[in-house]
């Protein structure tokens, strides 16, 4: 049996149990394909450390190995012909929070304005990512929410998040200036973007996957001078997120009960499952410190905190 095949149960069988596995199935596809060129039936030490001493860095070696492993041992569990590799091959990887970077508005409009040039000229594909590059900057979505969504989830009240993180649906409200954006685009996409029901799709008629938009948003982001060269930090597709989250705190001012009541609609209009995972999005900036520094000012001339 090819590996391939071992992946597509694997991957089944994760998905039956209700997790998305989006990003570990396209790791594993390509160490099947990468198995299955060298003939491999069951999985092998040598053959997963060779393949995750590809990635770009120790650290991304480490991530590969481990979604490799934890597929070995499924496998391991039902023919000991799988080998499962050691765990500590590239050390012990410590994951750690990529930094967010808070993105200027002047910045996501020229990440946007250069979605335009991005090939094929003349198509739906860079309107597309210019577009979705707005909507993304505009209500701080997940990407995979965004590419989920379907023509018909842009309705009256906004927009029909269907298929979250949690397997919850939940309507988010849009601006005007956001809802006018998505008409011109549907405009356009449903004159040229094909029979596909999803809002976003590319000029060969499918959505995009959310590795492609994140090479996208990267390559722009080089271009209009955000990023360096790879293995360079710099802004990420899901920066976009952060820097909506914060912007809109900072539009809330200092005052702590409309901060309380503010943070509760935040994590209700992000699809959080507590209010926790929003505070994780929060990074200080010039605005929020002032905010604090004259909370804390008045705090200790007595006045309201």
């Known amino acids: 049996m090819p590996m391939s095949t071992h992946v597509e149960r694997y991957v089944a069988l994760k998905r ?13 596809e390509k160490f099947s394909a990468f198995a299955d060129r060298h003939g491999d039936e069951f999985t092998s030490s040598a053959r997963m450390v060779a393949w995750a001493s590809m990635a770009s860095s120790p650290c991304r070696s ?6 490799a492993r934890n597929f070995a041992i499924a496998m391991h569990a039902e023919d000991d012909r799988h080998e499962i590799p050691s765990r500590d091959v590239f050390g012990k990887v410590k994951r750690r929070r990529p930094p967010p970077h808070i993105i200027a508005a002047a910045d996501i409009e020229r990440i946007m304005r250069a979605a335009l040039t991005l090939p094929p000229v003349a198509s739906l594909t860079p309107y597309t990512y210019h577009y979705l590059f707005g909507v993304l900057a505009a209500t701080g979505l997940r990407v995979s929410e965004a ?28 601006d005007q200036s956001t809802r006018g954006a998505l008409e011109e685009y549907l405009v356009l996409r449903r004159r040229i973007g094909g029979e596909d029901p999803h809002l976003y799709v590319l000029s060969t008629g499918i959505p995009p996957d959310r590795t492609s938009v994140s090479r996208a948003f990267i390559r722009l982001a080089r271009e209009v001078g955000l990023r360096g060269d790879a293995g360079v930090h710099g802004p990420r597709l899901h920066d976009l997120r952060h820097s909506f989250a914060v912007r809109s705190l900072e539009r809330c001012g200092g005052e702590r009960a409309a901060i309380d009541r503010h943070m509760l609609a935040l994590s209700t209009y992000l699809g959080h499952a507590c209010l926790s995972d929003t505070y994780w999005y929060l990074e200080a900036t010039p605005v929020l410190v002032r905010q604090i520094a004259a909370a804390t000012e008045a705090f200790r001339e007595g006045g309201a905190p």
């Open 147 to 174: 590419i989920g969504l379907f023509q018909t989830d842009v309705t009256l009240d906004g927009l029909l998040i269907r298929e979250t993180k949690f397997h919850k649906t939940r309507l988010v409200p849009i």
């Open 16 to 28: 039956g149990l209700g997790c998305s596995f989006t990003d570990q199935a396209q790791m594993l």
């Open 62 to 67: 480490g991530e590969w190995l481990r979604v």
